[in-house]
């Protein structure tokens, strides 16, 4: 992987840029780091808040045919997170990663990942972007949030923590395209938030309550709805009672 850094200042979103050199015929590789965010987003359509301090790039990919759908390349875009943030000095115990997109600091949002993708025109094609807190944890996010000063990680800047993420990244991207998720997915596991506790999977308007058992070879969820009953899901957001708003405290 041939990365080409180009940097910014404010910017609507790091994503935004990425896709319009894409349309402009950009190769894979193009990354794009900006100091501040104005409309970063996150899954659902959500605001990323983005104040200045911490880290918002994004870069374009062309991985063409590959084994399984991209969707899976989520949960290896969190994985390279988590080894990045590993190799800048957070505790590797104290970290998570919730499905299918976040990484956790305990309970709390460090970062997280949002994979997009459109159009037939622009089959093959996808814009990962990545937001990980390093000085600031900016409130109103939906649940708690933690920033890598927080954890006493003071040394690290926006930079370095992006080199080793591209570094992380370009291996695990090789490794996707090459196996998709399946050879991945014991590390993925490992390191799963919430594995076996009860939660709430919302799909649009309606909510499902289950056990979260596991996430399969193509990254997909497996909820136990019922003892014997066991359901896959590809999408969705998860939500466990007592650690999110939205959600009443466990008993």
């Known amino acids: 992987?041939?990365?080409?850094?180009?940097?910014?200042?404010?910017?609507?979103?790091?994503?935004?840029?990425?896709?319009?050199?894409?349309?402009?015929?950009?190769?894979?590789?193009?990354?794009?780091?900006?100091?501040?965010?104005?409309?970063?987003?996150?899954?659902?359509?959500?605001?990323?808040?983005?104040?200045?301090?911490?880290?918002?790039?994004?870069?374009?990919?062309?991985?063409?045919?590959?084994?399984?759908?991209?969707?899976?390349?989520?949960?290896?875009?969190?994985?390279?997170?988590?080894?990045?943030l590993i190799a800048a000095g957070v505790p590797e115990g104290t970290l998570g990663l919730k499905w299918p997109n976040d990484i956790l600091a305990g309970d709390a949002k460090l970062g997280g990942v949002l994979l997009e993708g459109r159009g037939e025109a622009e089959a093959g094609t996808i814009v990962v972007g990545v937001g990980v807190n390093i000085a600031v944890a900016p409130e109103g996010a939906g649940r708690?949030?933690?920033?890598?000063?927080?954890?006493?990680?003071?040394?690290?800047?926006?930079?370095?923590?992006?080199?080793?993420?591209?570094?992380?990244?370009?291996d695990r991207y090789r490794r996707w395209r090459r196996g998709g998720f399946a050879a991945q997915r014991g590390e993925w596991m490992v390191a799963a938030y919430g594995i076996g506790d009860m939660t709430s999977l919302r799909i649009g308007g309606e909510r499902l309550e289950g056990r979260f058992v596991d996430v399969d070879a193509e990254g997909a969820l497996w909820l136990e709805l019922a003892p014997g009953c066991r359901r896959r899901f590809m999408a969705g957001e998860l939500l466990f009672a007592g650690r999110e708003r939205g959600l009443p405290a466990a008993d």
């Open 1 to 84: 992987m041939r990365w080409r850094i180009e940097r910014a200042g404010t910017v609507t979103s790091t994503s935004d840029l990425v896709w319009r050199r894409a349309a402009e015929g950009a190769e894979e590789g193009l990354v794009v780091l900006a100091r501040e965010q104005t409309a970063g987003r996150g899954r659902h359509g959500r605001r990323w808040l983005s104040p200045p301090g911490n880290l918002y790039a994004s870069w374009l990919l062309r991985p063409g045919a590959v084994p399984v759908g991209p969707a899976s390349l989520s949960l290896v875009g969190g994985l390279a997170v988590r080894d990045a």
């Open 144 to 170: 708690p949030t933690v920033c890598l000063h927080d954890l006493g990680v003071s040394a690290v800047t926006v930079e370095r923590l992006l080199a080793l993420l591209l570094e992380r990244f370009a």
